[in-house]
Protein backbone atom coordinates (compact mmCIF):
# COMPACT_ATOMS: atom_id res chain seq x y z
CA UNK A 1 0.00 0.00 0.00
CA UNK A 2 3.12 2.07 1.19
CA UNK A 3 4.68 1.68 -2.33
CA UNK A 4 1.30 2.58 -3.95
CA UNK A 5 1.08 5.86 -2.65
CA UNK A 6 4.71 7.04 -2.55
CA UNK A 7 4.47 5.70 -6.76
CA UNK A 8 1.42 7.99 -7.13
CA UNK A 9 2.90 10.82 -5.20
CA UNK A 10 5.96 10.90 -6.98
CA UNK A 11 3.62 11.14 -10.48
CA UNK A 12 1.60 13.70 -9.23
CA UNK A 13 4.86 15.72 -8.40
CA UNK A 14 6.18 14.82 -12.28
CA UNK A 15 2.93 16.20 -13.67
CA UNK A 16 2.83 19.39 -11.08
CA UNK A 17 6.48 20.06 -12.24
CA UNK A 18 5.66 19.89 -15.90
CA UNK A 19 3.13 21.82 -15.65
CA UNK A 20 5.48 24.60 -14.14
CA UNK A 21 7.26 24.61 -17.08
CA UNK A 22 4.64 25.03 -19.16
CA UNK A 23 3.58 27.85 -17.02
CA UNK A 24 7.29 29.44 -17.08
CA UNK A 25 7.02 29.62 -20.82
CA UNK A 26 5.34 32.51 -20.97
CA UNK A 27 4.85 35.83 -19.15
CA UNK A 28 1.05 35.57 -18.60
CA UNK A 29 1.28 32.18 -17.08
CA UNK A 30 4.45 32.20 -14.90
CA UNK A 31 3.29 33.21 -11.71
CA UNK A 32 0.62 29.91 -12.09
CA UNK A 33 3.72 27.78 -13.66
CA UNK A 34 5.57 29.10 -10.36
CA UNK A 35 2.82 27.68 -8.12
CA UNK A 36 2.52 24.46 -9.56
CA UNK A 37 6.69 23.93 -9.15
CA UNK A 38 6.27 24.96 -5.91
CA UNK A 39 3.68 22.68 -4.88
CA UNK A 40 5.43 19.75 -7.13
CA UNK A 41 8.21 20.08 -4.86
CA UNK A 42 6.15 20.33 -1.57
CA UNK A 43 4.65 16.54 -2.38
CA UNK A 44 8.06 15.39 -3.74
CA UNK A 45 9.85 16.00 -0.07
CA UNK A 46 7.21 14.87 2.16
CA UNK A 47 6.55 12.07 -0.51
CA UNK A 48 10.66 11.03 0.10
CA UNK A 49 9.91 11.79 4.13
CA UNK A 50 7.38 9.66 4.60
CA UNK A 51 9.41 6.76 2.59
CA UNK A 52 11.73 7.26 4.33
CA UNK A 53 9.26 6.00 7.18
CA UNK A 54 11.44 3.92 10.26
CA UNK A 55 14.66 4.55 8.71
CA UNK A 56 14.80 7.96 10.15
CA UNK A 57 14.79 8.93 14.23
CA UNK A 58 13.94 11.96 15.97
CA UNK A 59 17.48 13.21 15.61
CA UNK A 60 17.38 12.50 11.75
CA UNK A 61 13.52 14.77 11.33
CA UNK A 62 15.21 17.49 13.65
CA UNK A 63 18.44 17.53 11.34
CA UNK A 64 16.28 17.64 7.88
CA UNK A 65 14.00 20.67 9.72
CA UNK A 66 16.89 22.38 10.54
CA UNK A 67 18.51 22.34 6.95
CA UNK A 68 14.79 23.10 5.64
CA UNK A 69 14.55 25.95 7.51
CA UNK A 70 18.33 26.95 7.13
CA UNK A 71 17.96 26.74 3.17
CA UNK A 72 14.49 28.28 3.12
CA UNK A 73 15.51 31.28 5.25
CA UNK A 74 18.54 31.55 2.95
CA UNK A 75 16.49 31.51 -0.35
CA UNK A 76 13.41 33.63 0.56
CA UNK A 77 15.84 36.38 1.77
CA UNK A 78 17.89 36.06 -0.96
CA UNK A 79 15.09 36.34 -3.23
CA UNK A 80 13.87 39.27 -1.87
CA UNK A 81 16.95 41.22 -2.04
CA UNK A 82 18.57 39.99 -5.46
CA UNK A 83 18.18 42.41 -8.31
CA UNK A 84 16.60 41.48 -11.36
CA UNK A 85 20.14 42.19 -13.04
CA UNK A 86 21.93 39.60 -11.02
CA UNK A 87 20.14 36.58 -11.62
CA UNK A 88 22.28 34.93 -14.53
CA UNK A 89 24.58 35.03 -12.09
CA UNK A 90 22.55 33.45 -9.39
CA UNK A 91 21.29 30.77 -11.47
CA UNK A 92 25.04 30.21 -11.96
CA UNK A 93 25.76 29.81 -8.62
CA UNK A 94 22.55 27.55 -7.65
CA UNK A 95 23.80 25.38 -10.24
CA UNK A 96 26.91 24.90 -8.91
CA UNK A 97 25.46 23.87 -5.09
CA UNK A 98 23.21 21.39 -7.20
CA UNK A 99 26.38 19.87 -8.62
CA UNK A 100 27.87 19.58 -5.23
CA UNK A 101 25.11 17.98 -4.13
CA UNK A 102 25.35 15.08 -6.63
CA UNK A 103 28.80 14.68 -6.01
CA UNK A 104 28.20 14.58 -1.84
CA UNK A 105 25.19 11.87 -2.23
CA UNK A 106 27.39 9.93 -4.83
CA UNK A 107 30.88 10.08 -2.38
CA UNK A 108 27.75 8.97 0.30
CA UNK A 109 26.54 6.72 -1.54
CA UNK A 110 30.19 4.77 -2.48
CA UNK A 111 31.73 5.20 1.06
CA UNK A 112 28.56 3.93 2.91
CA UNK A 113 26.56 1.28 0.74
CA UNK A 114 24.56 -0.22 3.44
CA UNK A 115 22.41 2.79 3.19
CA UNK A 116 21.95 3.03 0.13
CA UNK A 117 21.68 -0.47 -1.45
CA UNK A 118 20.29 -4.07 -0.12
CA UNK A 119 22.14 -6.14 1.08
CA UNK A 120 25.25 -3.41 1.08
CA UNK A 121 26.29 -4.37 -2.46
CA UNK A 122 27.25 -2.40 -5.17
CA UNK A 123 25.83 -3.72 -8.82
CA UNK A 124 27.65 -2.70 -11.50
CA UNK A 125 24.61 -1.04 -13.08
CA UNK A 126 24.48 1.36 -9.79
CA UNK A 127 28.06 2.35 -10.16
CA UNK A 128 27.44 3.25 -13.86
CA UNK A 129 24.62 5.59 -12.48
CA UNK A 130 26.30 6.61 -9.64
CA UNK A 131 29.51 7.93 -11.41
CA UNK A 132 27.62 9.83 -14.44
CA UNK A 133 26.03 11.83 -11.38
CA UNK A 134 29.21 12.36 -10.09
CA UNK A 135 31.32 13.26 -13.18
CA UNK A 136 28.67 15.58 -13.93
CA UNK A 137 28.08 16.95 -11.17
CA UNK A 138 31.48 17.87 -10.68
CA UNK A 139 31.68 19.24 -14.40
CA UNK A 140 28.38 21.37 -13.07
CA UNK A 141 29.84 22.77 -9.90
CA UNK A 142 33.54 24.05 -11.21
CA UNK A 143 31.66 25.18 -14.72
CA UNK A 144 29.23 27.08 -12.41
CA UNK A 145 31.11 28.68 -10.22
CA UNK A 146 33.60 29.86 -12.83
CA UNK A 147 30.38 31.04 -15.03
CA UNK A 148 29.25 33.16 -11.89
CA UNK A 149 33.25 34.61 -11.45
CA UNK A 150 32.66 36.09 -14.81
CA UNK A 151 29.41 37.21 -15.01
CA UNK A 152 29.89 39.13 -11.29
CA UNK A 153 32.95 40.51 -12.78
CA UNK A 154 35.21 39.01 -10.30
CA UNK A 155 37.63 37.40 -13.23
CA UNK A 156 37.88 38.74 -16.69
CA UNK A 157 35.12 37.78 -18.91
CA UNK A 158 38.18 37.20 -21.80
CA UNK A 159 38.31 33.77 -22.93
CA UNK A 160 41.28 31.91 -21.65
CA UNK A 161 42.40 30.07 -24.58
CA UNK A 162 45.22 27.93 -25.35
CA UNK A 163 47.14 25.62 -28.18
CA UNK A 164 45.66 22.05 -28.14
CA UNK A 165 42.62 22.79 -25.91
CA UNK A 166 40.08 20.66 -27.15
CA UNK A 167 42.40 17.76 -27.76
CA UNK A 168 43.27 18.00 -23.49
CA UNK A 169 39.95 18.34 -22.98
CA UNK A 170 38.57 15.43 -25.27
CA UNK A 171 41.79 13.23 -23.55
CA UNK A 172 40.59 14.18 -19.99
CA UNK A 173 36.73 13.48 -21.34
CA UNK A 174 37.54 9.83 -22.37
CA UNK A 175 40.11 9.25 -19.23
CA UNK A 176 36.56 9.68 -16.84
CA UNK A 177 34.75 6.96 -18.99
CA UNK A 178 37.65 5.06 -19.07
CA UNK A 179 37.92 5.27 -15.53
CA UNK A 180 33.51 4.86 -15.09
CA UNK A 181 34.11 1.83 -16.81
CA UNK A 182 36.84 0.53 -14.33
CA UNK A 183 34.92 1.31 -11.42
CA UNK A 184 32.17 -0.57 -12.86
CA UNK A 185 33.24 -3.84 -13.36
CA UNK A 186 34.37 -4.38 -10.09
CA UNK A 187 32.88 -1.61 -7.77
CA UNK A 188 33.72 -3.25 -4.63
CA UNK A 189 37.13 -3.94 -5.08
CA UNK A 190 39.53 -1.82 -2.69
CA UNK A 191 41.68 -0.59 -6.08
CA UNK A 192 38.53 0.95 -7.62
CA UNK A 193 38.40 3.76 -4.63
CA UNK A 194 41.27 5.05 -6.47
CA UNK A 195 39.47 5.18 -10.01
CA UNK A 196 36.43 6.86 -7.61
CA UNK A 197 38.76 9.81 -6.90
CA UNK A 198 40.25 10.06 -9.82
CA UNK A 199 36.92 10.31 -11.38
CA UNK A 200 36.14 13.27 -9.03
CA UNK A 201 39.20 15.12 -9.32
CA UNK A 202 39.43 14.87 -13.14
CA UNK A 203 35.61 15.93 -13.43
CA UNK A 204 36.23 18.80 -11.44
CA UNK A 205 38.87 20.47 -13.75
CA UNK A 206 37.38 19.59 -17.01
CA UNK A 207 34.90 22.08 -15.64
CA UNK A 208 37.20 24.56 -14.94
CA UNK A 209 38.78 24.37 -18.51
CA UNK A 210 35.70 24.01 -20.31
CA UNK A 211 34.23 27.18 -19.09
CA UNK A 212 37.42 29.75 -18.65
CA UNK A 213 37.92 29.80 -22.48
CA UNK A 214 34.52 31.16 -23.50
CA UNK A 215 33.80 35.04 -23.63
CA UNK A 216 31.80 37.58 -21.87
CA UNK A 217 29.49 37.37 -25.48
CA UNK A 218 28.89 33.63 -24.70
CA UNK A 219 27.89 33.17 -20.70
CA UNK A 220 24.30 32.96 -21.14
CA UNK A 221 24.66 29.91 -23.53
CA UNK A 222 27.14 28.77 -20.81
CA UNK A 223 24.84 28.93 -17.99
CA UNK A 224 21.65 27.38 -19.79
CA UNK A 225 24.12 24.49 -20.55
CA UNK A 226 25.60 24.62 -16.89
CA UNK A 227 21.19 24.02 -15.72
CA UNK A 228 20.69 20.91 -18.32
CA UNK A 229 23.94 19.68 -16.91
CA UNK A 230 22.94 19.84 -13.39
CA UNK A 231 19.44 18.09 -14.42
CA UNK A 232 21.21 15.32 -15.60
CA UNK A 233 23.39 14.63 -12.35
CA UNK A 234 20.39 15.35 -10.04
CA UNK A 235 18.76 12.46 -12.63
CA UNK A 236 22.00 10.38 -12.61
CA UNK A 237 21.82 10.34 -8.68
CA UNK A 238 18.29 9.64 -8.42
CA UNK A 239 18.81 6.15 -9.92
CA UNK A 240 21.40 5.77 -6.87
CA UNK A 241 18.85 6.74 -4.22
CA UNK A 242 15.78 4.93 -5.80
CA UNK A 243 14.06 7.76 -5.45
CA UNK A 244 11.79 8.26 -8.66
CA UNK A 245 10.85 12.15 -7.95
CA UNK A 246 14.72 13.23 -8.28
CA UNK A 247 14.88 10.85 -11.63
CA UNK A 248 11.80 12.62 -13.04
CA UNK A 249 12.93 16.23 -11.87
CA UNK A 250 16.37 15.73 -12.90
CA UNK A 251 15.39 14.51 -16.74
CA UNK A 252 13.09 17.70 -16.91
CA UNK A 253 15.62 19.51 -15.71
CA UNK A 254 17.94 18.39 -18.49
CA UNK A 255 15.85 18.14 -21.27
CA UNK A 256 14.64 21.44 -20.80
CA UNK A 257 18.56 23.25 -20.00
CA UNK A 258 18.93 21.51 -23.18
CA UNK A 259 16.01 22.79 -25.44
CA UNK A 260 17.14 25.77 -24.26
CA UNK A 261 20.60 25.94 -24.88
CA UNK A 262 19.67 25.16 -28.41
CA UNK A 263 17.16 28.03 -28.77
CA UNK A 264 19.96 30.13 -27.20
CA UNK A 265 22.40 29.00 -29.72
CA UNK A 266 19.89 29.58 -32.51
CA UNK A 267 19.60 33.28 -31.20
CA UNK A 268 23.37 33.83 -30.88
CA UNK A 269 24.16 31.68 -34.21
CA UNK A 270 26.23 29.60 -32.01
CA UNK A 271 27.01 25.58 -32.61
CA UNK A 272 25.34 23.23 -29.34
CA UNK A 273 28.60 21.27 -30.71
CA UNK A 274 30.84 24.25 -29.27
CA UNK A 275 29.69 24.54 -25.99
CA UNK A 276 29.53 21.28 -25.20
CA UNK A 277 33.51 21.64 -26.29
CA UNK A 278 34.10 24.76 -24.61
CA UNK A 279 36.42 27.64 -26.21
CA UNK A 280 33.60 29.26 -29.01
CA UNK A 281 33.37 32.84 -29.54
CA UNK A 282 35.77 34.74 -27.95
CA UNK A 283 36.64 38.63 -27.04
CA UNK A 284 39.87 38.80 -28.12
CA UNK A 285 42.26 41.77 -26.92
CA UNK A 286 42.96 42.76 -30.61
CA UNK A 287 39.44 43.25 -31.61
CA UNK A 288 39.03 45.10 -28.00
CA UNK A 289 41.89 47.50 -28.66
CA UNK A 290 40.25 48.25 -32.37
CA UNK A 291 36.88 49.18 -31.07
CA UNK A 292 38.35 50.90 -28.69
CA UNK A 293 38.95 53.76 -31.24
CA UNK A 294 37.43 56.64 -32.46
CA UNK A 295 35.50 55.51 -35.24
CA UNK A 296 33.67 59.36 -36.37
CA UNK A 297 31.39 62.33 -34.75
CA UNK A 298 28.44 61.47 -32.02
CA UNK A 299 25.19 63.11 -32.51
CA UNK A 300 24.02 63.61 -29.31
CA UNK A 301 20.59 64.76 -28.19
CA UNK A 302 18.38 65.61 -24.89
CA UNK A 303 14.96 64.18 -23.71
CA UNK A 304 13.27 67.16 -25.49
CA UNK A 305 14.57 65.82 -29.02
CA UNK A 306 13.63 62.50 -27.92
CA UNK A 307 10.34 64.25 -27.04
CA UNK A 308 9.77 66.03 -30.45
CA UNK A 309 10.96 63.03 -32.64
CA UNK A 310 8.43 60.31 -31.14
CA UNK A 311 5.60 62.92 -30.56
CA UNK A 312 5.65 63.55 -34.44
CA UNK A 313 6.44 60.35 -35.25
CA UNK A 314 3.87 57.15 -36.49
CA UNK A 315 5.71 54.31 -35.11
CA UNK A 316 8.07 53.64 -32.95
CA UNK A 317 9.55 50.50 -32.16
CA UNK A 318 11.24 50.03 -28.47
CA UNK A 319 13.88 48.02 -27.57
CA UNK A 320 15.18 47.42 -23.89
CA UNK A 321 18.02 45.69 -23.01
CA UNK A 322 20.42 45.39 -19.76
CA UNK A 323 20.55 49.06 -18.63
CA UNK A 324 16.83 49.32 -18.63
CA UNK A 325 16.75 46.78 -16.01
CA UNK A 326 19.43 47.79 -14.28
CA UNK A 327 17.65 51.58 -13.63
CA UNK A 328 14.56 49.70 -12.92
CA UNK A 329 13.16 51.98 -15.91
CA UNK A 330 11.03 49.74 -17.37
CA UNK A 331 8.01 51.80 -15.18
CA UNK A 332 8.56 55.11 -16.56
CA UNK A 333 9.15 53.22 -20.04
CA UNK A 334 5.46 52.10 -20.08
CA UNK A 335 4.42 55.36 -19.21
CA UNK A 336 6.20 57.28 -21.93
CA UNK A 337 4.74 54.33 -24.27
CA UNK A 338 1.46 55.66 -22.81
CA UNK A 339 1.31 59.10 -23.72
CA UNK A 340 2.42 58.01 -27.56
CA UNK A 341 -0.48 56.04 -28.17
CA UNK A 342 -2.49 58.37 -26.47
CA UNK A 343 -0.89 60.54 -29.01
CA UNK A 344 -2.00 58.43 -31.59
CA UNK A 345 1.82 56.85 -32.20
CA UNK A 346 1.62 53.33 -32.81
CA UNK A 347 4.20 51.27 -30.32
CA UNK A 348 5.88 47.95 -30.19
CA UNK A 349 8.04 46.71 -27.97
CA UNK A 350 11.10 44.38 -30.06
CA UNK A 351 12.42 41.58 -27.49
CA UNK A 352 15.88 39.81 -28.77
CA UNK A 353 16.05 36.09 -27.16
CA UNK A 354 19.33 36.97 -24.89
CA UNK A 355 18.84 41.26 -23.95
CA UNK A 356 19.88 41.09 -20.77
CA UNK A 357 22.21 37.96 -20.55
CA UNK A 358 19.02 35.65 -19.80
CA UNK A 359 16.11 34.65 -21.88
CA UNK A 360 12.84 36.17 -21.23
CA UNK A 361 14.68 38.87 -18.66
CA UNK A 362 13.35 42.10 -20.61
CA UNK A 363 9.47 40.06 -20.59
CA UNK A 364 9.48 40.13 -16.99
CA UNK A 365 10.71 43.17 -16.55
CA UNK A 366 8.02 44.73 -19.13
CA UNK A 367 5.31 42.44 -17.20
CA UNK A 368 6.20 43.41 -13.82
CA UNK A 369 5.46 47.02 -15.38
CA UNK A 370 1.81 45.89 -16.89
CA UNK A 371 3.38 46.27 -20.56
CA UNK A 372 0.66 44.98 -22.87
CA UNK A 373 1.39 41.23 -23.82
CA UNK A 374 -0.04 42.00 -27.03
CA UNK A 375 2.55 44.88 -27.94
CA UNK A 376 5.94 42.42 -26.93
CA UNK A 377 7.19 41.00 -29.96
CA UNK A 378 10.34 38.45 -30.26
CA UNK A 379 12.86 39.02 -33.13
CA UNK A 380 11.96 37.25 -35.44
CA UNK A 381 8.18 38.53 -35.54
CA UNK A 382 9.46 42.20 -35.54
CA UNK A 383 12.54 42.19 -37.61
CA UNK A 384 11.29 43.18 -40.75
CA UNK A 385 9.13 46.27 -39.06
CA UNK A 386 11.87 48.33 -38.65
CA UNK A 387 12.37 49.42 -42.17
CA UNK A 388 8.58 50.73 -41.41
CA UNK A 389 9.59 52.52 -38.30
CA UNK A 390 9.97 55.97 -37.68
CA UNK A 391 11.66 55.73 -34.59
CA UNK A 392 13.71 52.65 -32.84
CA UNK A 393 14.16 53.64 -29.20
CA UNK A 394 16.68 51.11 -28.04
CA UNK A 395 16.86 51.60 -24.03
CA UNK A 396 20.04 50.40 -22.68
CA UNK A 397 20.73 47.38 -25.23
CA UNK A 398 23.77 47.45 -27.52
CA UNK A 399 25.20 44.12 -28.76
CA UNK A 400 21.87 42.89 -29.49
CA UNK A 401 22.19 45.92 -32.17
CA UNK A 402 25.04 46.12 -33.07
CA UNK A 403 25.61 45.90 -37.10
CA UNK A 404 29.33 44.26 -37.19
CA UNK A 405 27.57 41.61 -36.18
CA UNK A 406 26.66 41.26 -39.81
CA UNK A 407 29.53 42.77 -41.38
CA UNK A 408 33.21 42.22 -39.35
CA UNK A 409 33.99 38.64 -39.06
CA UNK A 410 36.65 39.34 -36.51
CA UNK A 411 33.89 40.61 -33.99
CA UNK A 412 32.90 38.21 -31.48
CA UNK A 413 29.71 38.59 -32.07
CA UNK A 414 29.81 37.97 -35.20
CA UNK A 415 26.88 36.10 -36.91
CA UNK A 416 25.14 36.37 -34.08
CA UNK A 417 21.12 37.53 -35.11
CA UNK A 418 20.58 41.23 -34.18
CA UNK A 419 17.27 43.74 -34.13
CA UNK A 420 17.79 45.45 -36.99
CA UNK A 421 17.42 48.82 -35.63
CA UNK A 422 19.56 50.73 -37.93
CA UNK A 423 16.80 50.44 -40.56
CA UNK A 424 14.58 53.04 -39.16
CA UNK A 425 14.49 56.00 -39.97
CA UNK A 426 15.74 57.92 -36.70
CA UNK A 427 17.79 55.29 -33.82
CA UNK A 428 17.61 56.94 -30.75
CA UNK A 429 20.52 55.41 -28.28
CA UNK A 430 19.54 55.94 -24.54
CA UNK A 431 22.78 54.78 -22.88
CA UNK A 432 24.69 56.09 -19.51
CA UNK A 433 28.09 56.36 -21.39
CA UNK A 434 29.84 55.31 -24.34
CA UNK A 435 30.99 52.39 -22.91
CA UNK A 436 31.16 49.21 -25.09
CA UNK A 437 28.86 46.46 -24.57
CA UNK A 438 28.63 43.24 -22.67
CA UNK A 439 31.27 41.61 -25.60
CA UNK A 440 33.55 44.25 -25.17
CA UNK A 441 33.25 46.12 -28.78
CA UNK A 442 31.74 49.24 -29.55
CA UNK A 443 28.26 49.83 -31.57
CA UNK A 444 29.38 51.07 -34.93
CA UNK A 445 25.33 52.06 -35.17
CA UNK A 446 26.10 54.89 -32.70
CA UNK A 447 28.34 56.68 -35.55
CA UNK A 448 25.71 56.96 -37.94
CA UNK A 449 24.12 59.97 -39.00
CA UNK A 450 20.64 58.66 -38.55
CA UNK A 451 21.26 57.57 -34.81
CA UNK A 452 20.92 60.29 -31.43
CA UNK A 453 22.54 59.30 -28.57
CA UNK A 454 20.75 60.38 -25.44
CA UNK A 455 23.79 59.62 -22.66
CA UNK A 456 22.27 59.45 -19.27
CA UNK A 457 20.51 57.25 -16.41
CA UNK A 458 18.01 55.13 -18.13
CA UNK A 459 15.16 55.94 -16.02
CA UNK A 460 16.38 59.55 -15.39
CA UNK A 461 16.08 60.41 -19.27
CA UNK A 462 12.82 58.79 -19.67
CA UNK A 463 10.90 60.25 -17.32
CA UNK A 464 12.65 63.68 -18.80
CA UNK A 465 10.85 62.45 -22.03
CA UNK A 466 7.41 61.92 -20.44
CA UNK A 467 7.96 65.44 -18.44
CA UNK A 468 8.20 66.56 -22.33
CA UNK A 469 5.89 64.62 -23.73
CA UNK A 470 3.09 65.85 -21.02
CA UNK A 471 4.01 69.51 -22.36
CA UNK A 472 3.92 69.02 -25.70
Avoid at 271 to 293: C, E, P, R
Wanted: glycine letters at 12%.
Amino acid sequence: MNTTIIGFAYLLSGVLFILALKGLSSPVSARKGNTYGMLGMTIAVATTLYGAGSGLDLSSYTNIIIAVAIGGLFGSVLARKISMTALPQLVAAFHSLVGLAAVFVAIGAYKNPAAFFEGGIISTGSMIEMSLGLAIGAITFSGSVIAFAKLQGLVSGNPLVFKGQHLINLIIFLGILGLIYMTAVDPMNATTEQYFWAIVGLSFFIGFLVVLPIGGADMPVVVSMLNSYSGWAACGIGFTLQNTALIITGALVGSSGAILSYIMCKGMNRSIVSVLLGGFGGDSDDVASAAAQPKGNVKQGSADDASFIMGNAQKVIIVPGYGMAVSQAQHALREMCDILKEKGVEVRYAIHPVAGRMPGHMNVLLAEANVPYDEVFELEEINHEFATADVAFVIGANDVTNPLAKTDPQSPIYGMPILDVEKAATTLFLKRSMASGYAGVDNDLFFRDKTMMLLGDAKKTTEEIVQALNLS
